[in-house]
């Protein structure tokens, strides 16, 4: 199977690197991976107080700017647009964690909330569906709001819509060895303190958080740290998270499509 | 105006195949004596204390070296070690410690580069956060073309991250710098009054001019479009020549 093009637009640097390790378990081979990223625009505006000190968009706020940068008023599919001719990617990626539907357009950029107010689509969908467990509604509803950005540009056969729940941290910890002293109470993809718990991990087990402000964001590091096992781990992973065997079915799907198989069907 | 220091980067001073012909501390104005002070400044982040020292404490010292490492994607870890473990050409000048990189993507036992190896890019971050973290730096400084060797990408996250290392150990530090790459000015959080960009150009006459960019309204209007970068390539930032 020749070497794909995956581009991936991600929340954060972060979930950039799981999401890649969960590819080289997917599929075989070397993989050209694309991180893609709207262009800093609105930074002479005041952030947001939960703002990390980036100027570029951040998390949820900048997938939702990317999307809004991509549709197009004409409609067709994602994968045509004239933005991506360049890069050619057989494969397009986009990522939100599933606690985004329990967020609001006010915690991004003035623009953005100004571009949201516009659009009428909210992360949480009125009346919000059932919290998690069940895991499937609020991860539905925010597919429909994210393929809400994008309107009428649709997202195409190639395109794959990851969202893990609540966030991506639940792959993380499914993938983490079985005397590892991880305290999960309930549904693994239900857990909203996944990352206060990853943190309280002893030694390299330990996935730290770096504080700005009175917030806690992720490091890249911390996540890169467990790549290799996130990669060796992947049908464990899809074996506890409803939302990574999601994502791996309709990836498989996206590269059958392509007519290349070959992926990892395991 | 005493304590203040110009600083014009070199790869090769950098590096260490030359020796800087303007030796400070930290770094040199040519960025000699680079490992030495990055195995300063990372004794000083990462080497605390557990008895004179709160976790908070050391919880930011790893983010500072985090925040260095991850605008160098390939880069496992940085470690400075003295210059004798490595197996070095005799011809190579050296000072008494060379940085060592682990890259991520090669192999165990053949994943170790030095500072002479590297691209040059990972030696500019370097220098950049050891201007701004280290405190025996001066109170004032400039850099010429910061931006050095830097992909577009990185130039941004970069000057990002400049504020936040300033602001997070050196507060009282002002940082000057020039650039000529568009991606740079990408990364400056201009809301912030406490960073200012500067225009420089020549009027007709001839005469050197420099103007602050304002965020007016107008500007801020047309920056919910366009990005500073694109601004400044389009002209409308000024500072650009007549070609």
Partial sequence: MSSLTIAVVAEEQADQVVIEATLTAMVPGDLRVLRLQPE???????????????????????VFEWCLKYRRGEGGDLEDHPLLTASRPDLLILHLDADV?????????????????????????????????????????LEIVLRSWLSPTAIGPCTVICIPSKAID???AAALPDDSGIKIEGDIECDPDMPARLEALRGKLAVKR?????????????????????????????????????FHKDLLSAVEYLGLGGASSR | MQDYAIYSPNTRILRGDDPDPEPSRPVGLFGGRLADAMDELMSRLLDHDPKESTQEQRDAGEDLYDDILEL????????PETATRHLLSPSVS???????????????????????????????????AVLCLSPSAPGLLAVDNLDQALNPRSATRLTERLAVWLKAESPDRQLLFTTHNPAVIDGLNLADDQIRLFAVERNTSGHTRCERIVPTPELLALNREYPLSRLWLMGNLGAVPNV
């Fill in chain 1, 40 to 62: 800093p625009t609105g930074q002479l505006e005041a952030g947001p107080a939960n703002a990390t000190p980036e100027v570029r968009p951040q998390g949820w706020c900048g």
């Fill in chain 1, 170 to 172: 639940s792959w993380v």
């Fill in chain 2, 72 to 79: 160098i994607d390939w880069a496992e870890s940085v470690a």
């Fill in chain 2, 94 to 128: 050296r000072g008494s410690r060379v940085l060592r990189f682990t890259d991520r993507y090669m192999a165990d036992g053949r994943n170790q580069l030095t500072g002479y190896d590297v691209n040059e890019g990972a030696l500019y971050v370097l220098f950049a």
């Fill in chain 1, 210 to 246: 770096k504080r700005v402000g009175q917030y806690k964001h992720k490091r890249s590091s911390e996540y890169r740290k467990h790549a290799t096992r996130i990669t060796a781990e992947w049908s464990r992973i899809c074996e506890r998270c409803s939302q990574a065997r999601r």
């Fill in chain 1, 101 to 141: 539907a329990d967020a609001k357009y006010t915690y991004c950029r003035k623009k953005i909330v100004a571009e949201a107010a516009a659009l009428g689509a909210l992360p949480c969908v009125d009346p919000c569906p059932p919290p998690c467990p069940p895991v499937q509604p609020p991860a539905d509803a």
